[in-house]
């Protein structure tokens, strides 16, 4: 996790970013899963504290990314990576920077300010060329989210007609003298309704997929206009090229992570049992994991087309 540093070093973190290529990011991007089963590979259940569900790969994907925008070397013996993750290694360099003298502190201002003359040439050139992707971007990033909305939107569409019908059917089980419907009833109406949850998840796998690849295309073009300008960026001018392409990197994992997450859960659900609807969800020790993961800990793109 990156933390706060003291004022100086942040000035320092806007030098050299970790040396990652944003097209090695991109294709490192996991495919999603083409079956339930494969999707039940692909994910866990975590039992630690709330239970939830998680992706591996797709963690490991964003510890690459968080490296790919931390700065890397050293300004006066300071190393900046370590210094932008490493708590007390900042409050350490605080208290000597604190404690250095008049001319330590100008020789450091001038190692700095000689490394931003040195690619203050590039920083036009990439402030131009990102000024002028503007308008690329917002059509190219425009087109991936229509193009993965609507392929996670027809699922979702699936899913919704699914849990209707078997809540349909539930209303005429039979119920005991306070009025809940009667588990005999509803447990078969359950099993029925995640095999069919299940059906939909492995017909539909296999064109999100598709989809996922066909936006991947999309990025990696607008990608590659900036790659020359990727091949020798540096100082403060690297850190916002590497962000902006790392940004089709973000948007793509969130899409892959989705609808991993979603066909994971039918993967590992358990059975069903009656709360006014039939309600899907996960046995764990720990507790249980309701459909359609509404859980706090996901970010928004996780609900998409759920």
């Given at each position: 996790m990156r933390i706060h540093l003291p004022a100086v070093l942040l000035i320092l973190a806007t030098g050299p970013v970790a040396?990652?290529?944003?097209?090695t990011l991109l294709n490192s991007i996991p495919a999603p899963p083409t079956?339930?089963?494969a999707a039940g590979t692909a994910t866990q259940v975590s039992t630690a504290g709330n239970p939830l569900l998680g992706a591996a790969a797709y963690d490991a994907l964003n510890t690459s990314i968080a490296s790919a925008l931390q700065p890397i070397g050293s300004?006066?013996?300071?190393?900046?990576?370590?210094?932008?993750?490493d708590r007390a290694y900042a409050a350490q360099i605080q208290a000597r920077m604190q404690s250095m003298t008049t001319a330590d502190k100008m020789a450091m201002v001038n190692q700095m300010m000689a490394a931003q003359q040195a690619s203050a040439g590039a920083t036009g050139?990439?402030?131009?060329f990102i000024a002028g992707q503007r308008g690329a971007d917002m059509a190219a990033q425009q087109k991936i989210r229509t193009l993965l909305d609507g392929a996670l939107g027809a699922t979702g569409a699936r899913h919704r007609a699914v849990a209707e019908a078997v809540n349909s059917a539930a209303k005429a089980c039979p119920a005991d003298k306070t009025g809940w419907p009667l588990a005999p009833c509803t447990g078969p109406l359950g099993v029925k309704s995640i095999a069919q949850h299940r059906g939909v998840e492995d017909s539909s796998l296999v064109g999100e997929g598709q989809a996922l690849a066909e936006a991947r295309a999309i990025a990696l073009a607008e990608i590659n206009k900036g790659r020359n300008l990727l091949g020798h960026a540096t100082g403060p001018s690297a850190v916002s090229l590497v962000a902006w392409a790392v940004t089709y990197v973000q948007i793509l994992e969130d899409y892959g992570r989705a609808i991993t997450l979603r066909a994971g859960f039918w993967a590992h659900a358990d059975s069903s049992k009656y709360t006014g609807t039939v309600t899907?969800?996960?046995r764990t020790p720990s507790g249980e994991i309701y459909w359609p993961l509404k859980d706090s800990a996901y970010p928004p793109p996780i609900n998409t087309g759920l």
């Open positions: 040396a990652a290529d944003p097209v079956t339930v089963a300004v006066g013996g300071i190393d900046l990576a370590r210094a932008s993750s050139e990439i402030a131009a899907d969800y996960i």
